[in-house]
């Protein structure tokens, strides 16, 4: 009785807190009004059009429909216990950052980007140390927090290279240029290696694959284009897409054989 309460009240938080994140999304007039101030064009090199931001909001519908399932899990209870702290703490940073996507609070906003990165990671790391039972649990929890810390890891990149912009940095030069690309191929990389590390990798690659998809489109196409930063980009993208495929087909092996 005693843990359905606490199950009960962890959910309340997680709902609250995830509540609190999409009031301050659909309180403005667009997501681009709240994200605009490290979206922009012209801000960076790396920009991530709208239509790479829209998984945050089924991303965060996902961390709603979790808070629910673990309070009425069965299975893999001991699993839950462990998370739900890490999960209240997740949906609390995810609305200080969306609330802080202001131009002016660029800053504090990367701050509890990085906090939230951080905690989804670890969450990701207790996932793929634990064998999930329940197909909804698999495709829900697993997928739900892997796609958020794969997709994160790009974005809080975007914005670190948003803030040295808005620094004062010349985001034109060729050094700042060539540092992005950089860093973005050395993420790429590492998520290429996480993606033969366990289930959990495959998600985190296709979330990240997601947003770098559209900064490709956008350094070709889009008003402040840099086509040696979209063909760094390109290379990288295609790396891990071939990671994630490779992967994706011995985890299908695996699962027929299995059965």
């Known amino acids: 009785m005693e843990l359905r309460i606490v ?4 959910s309340a938080l997680m709902l609250l807190a995830t509540s609190w994140a999409l009031w301050a999304v659909l309180a403005a007039s667009t997501l681009v009004d709240v994200a605009g101030s490290w979206l922009e064009r012209d801000a960076f090199v790396s920009s991530v059009p709208l239509f790479g931001l829209l998984p945050w909001i089924g ?3 996902g961390v709603g429909l979790y808070a629910i399932w673990q309070g009425v899990a069965r299975w893999r ?3 839950h216990q462990k998370l739900r702290p890490w999960v209240l703490a997740l949906a609390l940073s995810n609305a200080l950052w969306v609330l802080c996507l202001k131009r002016e609070m660029i800053g504090l906003s990367l701050i509890c980007g990085y906090l939230l990165l951080v905690i989804l990671v670890r969450i990701a790391v207790i996932l793929g140390r634990n064998f999930l039972i329940q197909h909804i649990d698999r495709w829900l ?3 739900c927090f892997g796609l958020f810390a794969g997709w994160l890891s790009v974005i809080i990149m975007s914005q670190t290279l948003a803030f040295f912009a808005i620094s004062h940095a010349n985001q034109n030069s ?4 060539g540092a992005s690309a950089l860093v973005l191929t050395l993420l790429a990389l ?3 290696a996480v993606t033969f590390k366990n289930p959990m990798g495959i998600y985190l690659n296709s979330g990240a694959l997601w947003v770098l998809t559209w ?3 956008d350094r070709y196409n889009g008003q402040g284009s840099s086509p040696l930063f979209a063909t760094v980009s390109l290379i990288a993208a295609v790396l891990m897409l071939i990671c994630l495929l490779s992967a994706l087909r011995t985890r299908i092996q695996r699962i027929i054989s299995s059965q």
């Open 190 to 192: 590492f998520l290429c």
């Open 59 to 61: 991303l965060t519908a």
């Open 7 to 10: 199950s009960a009240g962890y």
């Open 141 to 143: 929890t697993r997928a």
């Open 77 to 79: 209870l001991e699993l």
């Open 174 to 177: 060729l050094m700042f240029k």
């Open 215 to 217: 900064i490709i489109i």
